[in-house]
């Protein structure tokens, strides 16, 4: 395990933190990204990611990262022992790289993809070898959060399985695995609870920040269902929902206005420094 080489497609938010889990825990990682300015700012945003999660004792003291390397060359996956695609959550593109990686990887490669509700054997059309195919959903900040929900596929191999359960486990990582359907656990849950949330706050009935203090105090949320939205990206949830609404057809999948509004504006949450709430002054 010591010796495994990670590849991670898609250097954003999901793929920056998953990169950030990898290094942190001794492994070397092979990012892969099509802009140069995306993966110099990745790179950055490890370097400072690490610093956090040791402050945090997120990762374990005096361990020593593993060798981060950054290419524009999809080829460069070819070499890995686990390649994890984690792009952007439109089937359109996660078709197009899976696709391509399976074409480059060594067979019985673990081919996992990071995905919050596009269902495993929809994307197993898109691969060479459907057995090696496994989802997993990692939570953001991946180097802070130790869930991660494995998502197994009707074709996904028992070796996969374990193999990804292992890699989890050396990156200090527990896992629930669940069966294959859109969203799965996680997603089909939460995504329609922050549109709900969405929904009160137009229609007047609370403020955001009611919202998120009732949730907290008297549910126990422990952040509220809007700055989860914020940290997750509107952008992103809005993307999710509507693939579970074209998935399950439940309404309260399909996008509430005030989230259409804010992608409209650009109110994206934490990474564009305003979404439900203005980060823009802790920022500067």
Not at 110 to 127: K, Q, R, Y
Not at 172 to 184: C, I, L
Not at 201 to 227: K, N, S, Y
Request: charged letters at 20%.
């Amino acid at each position: 395990m010591d010796e495994q080489l990670i590849a991670i497609v898609g250097a954003g938010v999901m793929g920056t933190g998953i990169s950030t889990l990898v290094v942190g825990a001794g492994l070397p990682v092979v990012l892969v990204d099509v802009d140069q300015g995306v993966l110099e700012r990745a790179t950055t945003a490890i370097a400072n990611g690490l610093r956090h999660a040791q402050l945090t004792g997120a990762l374990p003291p005096g361990r020593t990262p593993g060798e981060l390397r950054t290419t524009l060359s999809l080829s460069d996956v070819a070499a890995a022992d686990v390649v994890i695609e984690a792009v952007t959550e439109l089937p359109e593109q996660k078709a197009q790289v899976l696709s391509a990686v399976s074409a480059l990887v060594r067979p019985a490669t673990p081919l996992i993809s990071n995905t919050s509700g596009i269902p495993i054997d929809e994307m197993a059309a898109w691969v060479k070898n459907p057995d090696d195919l496994v989802g997993t959903h990692f939570m953001n900040p991946a180097y802070l959060i130790s869930m991660v929900e494995v998502i197994r596929g009707p074709q996904t191999a028992d070796r996969t399985v374990e193999s990804v359960l292992s890699l989890l486990t050396r990156i200090g990582r527990r896992a629930v695995v669940v069966h294959d359907a859109p969203g799965f656990v996680t997603s089909r849950l939460l995504h329609p609870m922050i549109n709900d949330a969405a929904q009160v706050v137009r229609a007047g009935t609370a403020t955001v920040e009611d919202v998120d203090t009732l949730m907290q105090g008297c549910l126990g949320h422990p952040t509220g269902p809007l700055r989860t939205a914020d940290l997750i990206g509107i952008d992103n949830l809005v993307d999710a929902l509507e693939a579970l609404y074209a998935r399950t057809g439940d309404e309260r999948c399909r996008p509430s206005e005030l989230l259409l509004e804010k992608v409209r504006r650009g109110e994206l949450g934490r990474k564009s420094g305003r979404g439900f709430y203005n980060y823009s002054e802790a920022q500067s």
